[in-house]
């Protein structure tokens, strides 16, 4: 594991964890939830990381600005936080070049995210749709897929239901009651994508509903995007992270189908 700075700030690194043999990798940008919030950083998804870097990935476990207090990770919101993981992915094809044991295979990049960082890899999936000049436009290392585990991806019904009791409107600021301020930050706003999409989702899942995958499911389809639901039953938020879970064993094959 080795730890690179993609900016000045405290929280703009990741986490970088390659295979044991050498070869060219596909990469796995794995990007944590936690509703946006400085109460939650990376150290959620290590495990993830460490068990897709054992399956063949360069896994870039992602972490970014948050919304808070605490000035070492704070600051974030949009656009900052979607500003971060983009820098991230695109510092992607400096790191290809300094590796010593193998090299990153830049035309199979799958962004997994869970939660929030289900927003956030929706995001960085559909910033080829952002006009020119939008934050986030005109990617360098664009994805060829994401896996939403539970995610955040229609921000507006978000807000409506106030999922993480008010996180969705502390992410967005003054946007939040500006719908056409909010569409840049929604990746169900951005289909279509043009990148395909498997959302992972448990059906007892009290944290963010199931409602949010099947919606952006049918748009992406409806605006003819490559858009798959896998709804898994009795199985609640946190099990999609749980290494030891059947249910993350189905996360890490959606991103082995999308690396392909």
């Known amino acids: 594991m080795t730890l690179v ?59 970014y600005r948050r919304v808070g207090d605490d000035p ?16 991230a992915v695109d510092r992607l094809a400096a790191i290809g070049r300094s590796l010593e044991t193998g090299g990153l295979d830049l035309s199979r990049v799958v962004a997994i995210g869970h939660s929030a960082g289900g927003q956030l890899a929706g995001w960085l999936a559909g910033r080829g749709s952002l006009p020119a000049g939008a934050p986030g436009a005109s990617p360098r290392v664009p994805l060829t897929g994401f896996v939403s585990q539970a995610g955040v991806l229609d921000l507006q019904l978000a807000l409506k239901e106030d ?51 099947q919606r952006f499911v049918t748009a992406a389809r409806r605006a003819g995007d490559d858009s798959r ?11 999609l992270i749980d290494v030891t879970s059947s249910a993350w064993a189905a996360c890490r094959a959606a991103v082995r189908e999308l690396a392909r």
């Not at 704070?74 to 971060?84: F, I, M, V």
């Open 5 to 63: 700075r993609y900016g000045p700030h405290p929280s703009q690194h990741g986490i970088l964890s390659v295979p044991d043999r050498p070869g060219l990798w596909p990469v796995a940008v794995v990007i944590h939830g936690g509703f946006w919030r400085t109460a939650y950083d990376a150290d959620l998804t290590s495990g993830p990381a460490a068990d897709l870097a054992r399956h063949g990935f360069a896994a870039w476990n992602l972490e």
């Open 72 to 87: 070492d990770r704070g600051s974030g919101g949009w656009p900052a936080t979607c500003l971060d993981v983009a820098a």
């Open 163 to 213: 999922l993480g009791s008010g996180a969705v409107r502390n992410f967005l600021g003054a946007r939040a009651d500006d719908p056409e301020a909010v569409s840049p930050a929604c990746p169900t706003a951005l289909l279509p994508m043009g990148v395909p999409s498997i959302c992972v989702h448990g059906t007892a899942d009290d944290d963010v509903p199931l409602s949010q995958s």
């Open 229 to 239: 639901l896998l709804a898994l039953p009795g199985i609640d938020h946190f099990a």
